[in-house]
Each structure stands twice: as C-alpha cells, then as structure tokens.
C-alpha cells in the first residue's frame, strides 16, 4: 500500500462543493512566506494546554515546515469560529514516538483579532480540522479565515 501525502496540501484549502467537501487551492499565499500554522482547538484544550502550559501538542506538520514555522495560531471551534491567539514558538520536537510534534511557545500567546469564519454560503474556507499554513503578516491583517488562508 502507497499513502501519498500531497505537499503543502494545507496551504489550499477546504471548500464546500455541491457534491462535498474538497480540497482546492484557494490561497494566493507564497509558499516561501509561510512562517505560521494554524491549529483548531477545542475549549478544554485550549484553556489548559495553550494558555496554561505555554505549548500545544500532537501536530501533524510536515517534516520540510518546521524549519520555517515561528508562530502558531489557534483556531477556536464552535461556539467561538475564530482565530483568538497567537505565540511565537521557541522550539518543535517529537511527540514521544509518534510522526507528530510539540510546539513549545517562547512566550505566552497573545490575543489576535478574533479572525472569524465566514459562514456559507459566502465564505470560501471551511473552519481547520487540522493543522493549516499561512503568514504571520497576513495573519495580523487578516479579518476573516478566506483573508488569513
């Protein structure tokens, strides 16, 4: 059995077509600017694991990203729908024997915007079910997930 992993498949994205949901390339990021990742987090987690112990873990990334991640971004499900905080990442390790990582912020995450979903039918972007590429710049302008992806 093969299982191919398209490359930065994540800097595209999830969109709702009428027979589902696809993957499409809806972003005009440059690839070369990506210095953030986007991870979805559920209350629970988010309140005890990134603000209170400074780190979020069990990320898929691939291996060629992490050299060029220096944020992370978490995106906040439902009731929320939003990107609420950003940190600066001091280091990415293995987490225990697995293919995911740990990313260990170098200061506490700050509060950013909120970057809210657009709902349907108008917005492009589906909300993150998993880890999602973009730009600190464009992270920091963004109003919306169609403008931050």
């Given amino acids: 059995m093969y299982n191919f992993e398209p490359f930065l498949?994540?800097?595209?994205?999830?969109?709702?077509?009428p027979q589902?949901?696809?993957t499409v390339s809806v972003s005009t990021i440059d690839?070369?600017?990506i210095d953030t990742v986007v991870v979805p987090a559920q209350?629970?987690?988010?309140?005890e694991v990134f603000l209170g112990e400074n780190r979020w873990y069990?990320?898929?990334i691939h291996p060629s990203m992490i050299p060029k991640i220096k944020y992370v971004a978490a995106y906040r499900v439902a009731p929320e729908k939003a990107i609420t905080h950003v940190a600066p990442v001091?280091?990415?390790?293995r987490w225990k024997d697995t293919a995911k990582y740990v990313l260990n912020f170098s200061e506490p995450a700050k509060a950013i915007g909120p970057i809210t979903l657009v709902p349907k039918p108008n917005g492009l972007v589906i909300a993150p079910r998993g880890p999602r590429y973009t730009?600190?710049?464009r992270l920091k302008k963004a109003k919306n997930l169609d403008e931050a992806f």
Avoid at 43 to 47: L, M, N, V
Avoid at 90 to 93: W, Y
């Fill in 135 to 137: 730009s600190f710049e």
């Fill in 90 to 93: 001091k280091s990415i390790e």
């Fill in 20 to 22: 589902g949901i696809e």
């Fill in 9 to 17: 498949i994540d800097v595209g994205g999830l969109v709702e077509s």
């Fill in 58 to 60: 069990q990320i898929r």
């Fill in 31 to 33: 690839p070369s600017a």
């Fill in 43 to 47: 209350e629970e987690g988010f309140d």
